[in-house]
């Protein structure tokens, strides 16, 4: 059976080795030597000036709209996992959805000042499949009416923009490093934001803590553990050498797909980016269908990224976004992790050009 993705796991003598730390000291969680290390190798890794460690990629976004004050009205992105319209809902906030732009798949920046009122706090948008929003204009419209902006980049694990990294944008920046993610550390994720913001985040994913016996305020238990610390210093040597092989089977789609009339992810300008997923835009929906369901008669299980389009999801209830909606129907990624073999890419491009050119 080959997935969407397959979860790159380290050998396991390795990631024992680095466990042992924990059953020598007996720690496993409270922020012990191994996160500590792995948010030291991080800030290297990624030339970022602090990184929060935390157990998932949807808690700093709680965390986020919670710290920065948030109230009332939030933009956001129709076109992104749900934990990014849900994480402003549970916050008590709402969610005011701009349509995104047909081919960077990114909120449209020049959209936003339309949707901006009175109770408009902040703008949370989703960097899509590594793809960087237009930071820039979402910045000048942020200064022009006082909003705060947080970027979802759960995707964007190593993505640079304009030569730094793209977690370096907006008030803060959330990153997941669950296991379908480029870099994982089984369940996990981090924060990142402007240094004067940074305790704060930090006393909220600890309970509100600021001494063994005091608290500054209001927290939540966002903490990661030693365990799944460990793995991301067990899958961090080896992250060169999953980019590369993720780069040849994006090589190899490319080479096959080229020509066909199909969208594939327009990269915006000045973004290095990270091989994290590979979405195809067909004509239609059937034309999606037709694909997916040849794929799956293969044992081949590719994934609608992001379906559906969240404005239309049940209790969400936005109203219509028409390009996003669109995109949502025709979007479907295919398998891509490091091992997959040059047979199996070669079955997968071999089923998706016949069904495309009958
Ligand atoms: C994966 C993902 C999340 C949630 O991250 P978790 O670590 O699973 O909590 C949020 N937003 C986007 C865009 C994602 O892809």
Known sequence: M????????????EYQSILKYAWDTGWITNRGVLVRELEGKLRDYLKVPDVLLMTNGTLPLQ??????????????TPFSYVATTSSIIWEGCTPVFVDIHPEYLTID????????????????????????????????????????VIYDAAH???VTYRGQSIFNYGDASTCSFHATKLFHTGEGGALFCKSDQFDKMYWHHNFGHDGQESFHGLGINAKMSELQAAMGLAVLPYLSHVLESRKTVIDAYNEALYGLDIQLLGLRKHTEWNNSYYPIIFKNESQLLAVKNALNQANIFPRRYFYPSLNTVKYINGKSMPISERIASRALCLPLYSGLSNANIERIITIVKKELCW
């Open 109 to 148: 920046e020049t959209k936003i000042e339309a949707a901006i009122t009175s109770k408009t706090s902040a703008i949370l948008a989703t960097h899509v499949f590594g793809n960087p929003c237009d930071v820039e204009a979402i910045e000048a419209i942020a200064i022009k009416y006082n909003l705060k």
């Open 2 to 13: 080959i997935n969407v993705t397959k979860t790159f796991l380290p050998p396991q003598t």
């Open 156 to 158: 964007c694990f190593g």
């Open 63 to 76: 965390i986020a709209i919670k710290a920065l004050g948030l109230k009332r009205e939030i933009i956001t």
